[in-house]
């Protein structure tokens, strides 16, 4: 059996709206194995139509126009929460689409799969991190992805704070300007290369002048019950939207002791920098 784990990501980070993401040690793991049919029964039954994983593994021998292997999938651990801003659908797409990759003997480097995780997600912020580890920047370009990764410092402690509640990524686009004021704009750019650097040397006071969205952040945070008291209360720390929500992501260089705030339960997690591992057993 081919074992496959995907890390959680948290994407945006506050002024990186569709652009940056961070990859957190929380997973998701399947099973694949080459079958006579294709096979997702092992999964529960709300997630069998339409199965997320199946059809990127299927949407890779497609991409790259080679013979179709039927295979049988088997969610082995599934620990990243649906429709919390934590990349669970991210980590479907980049499961599938690199076990087609290994099973098809292709066997490409993880980074080369981007452009086609990217068409299947929309948009590159989640399956970059996902793929690659670490905190990732993306665009694109001649209508391929171009990405940088960088290596957060060691100091700085990351906690998702999680609510008891999901909130679907349409809803959350849905309530998003068609335009904004130019001001607006400026005040994301200006903040937004500044902050790979903050990450880089830990510094949380740059982090939190950075982490002050005008471009999604501002109508989302409408969205999620309490968040932002949540903010208010940790205010010594850089606090984001996770994704689309309704997770919270908090940053600081001081040790959160609470467990609870609210409805969120605080987790508390670290970077993951390797991205999507694969096992064969």
């Known amino acids: 059996m081919l074992k496959i784990r995907v890390p959680a990501t948290s994407a945006n980070l506050s002024v990186g709206f569709d652009t940056l993401g961070i990859a957190l040690n929380i997973y998701n793991e399947f099973g694949f194995e080459k079958s006579s049919f294709d096979n997702v029964d092992a999964f529960e039954s709300k997630f069998r139509t339409n199965n997320l994983v199946l059809k990127s593994y299927k949407r890779f021998f497609e991409y790259y126009n080679i013979k179709y292997v039927p295979v049988k999938i088997l969610p082995l651990r599934i620990d990243i929460p649906s429709s919390r801003g934590l990349g669970s659908s991210a980590s479907c797409i980049v499961a599938g689409v690199m076990a087609a990759n290994i099973l098809s003997g292709l066997n490409l480097k993880k980074e080369d799969l981007l452009d086609l995780c ?17 905190l990732c920047a993306a665009f694109m370009a001649h209508e391929k992805y171009y990405y940088k990764k ?5 100091r700085l402690q990351f ?14 686009r849905s309530v998003l300007p068609k335009m904004y004021n130019r001001c607006d704009v400026i005040a994301n750019l200006s903040r937004i290369v500044n902050l790979p650097s903050a990450f880089i040397d830990g510094d949380i006071e740059l982090l939190k002048a950075i982490f002050d969205d005008k471009i999604h952040e501002p109508y989302r945070y409408k969205l999620i019950e309490h968040s932002l008291d949540v903010k208010t209360y940790f205010k010594d720390y850089a606090v984001a939207i996770s994704g689309a929500g309704s997770s919270l992501l908090v940053i600081g260089d001081k040790v959160i ?11 508390k997690v670290i970077v993951d920098n390797n991205g999507v591992e694969i096992y064969e057993c």
């Open 150 to 154: 960088y290596i957060p410092s060691s």
């Open 257 to 267: 002791e609470l467990d609870k705030i609210y409805d969120f339960k605080i987790v």
């Open 159 to 172: 906690y998702s704070l999680i609510p008891p509640f999901e909130l679907k990524t349409e809803l959350s």
């Open 118 to 134: 990217a068409s299947i997600e929309g948009h590159p912020d989640n399956v970059l991190p996902a793929l690659v580890g670490g």
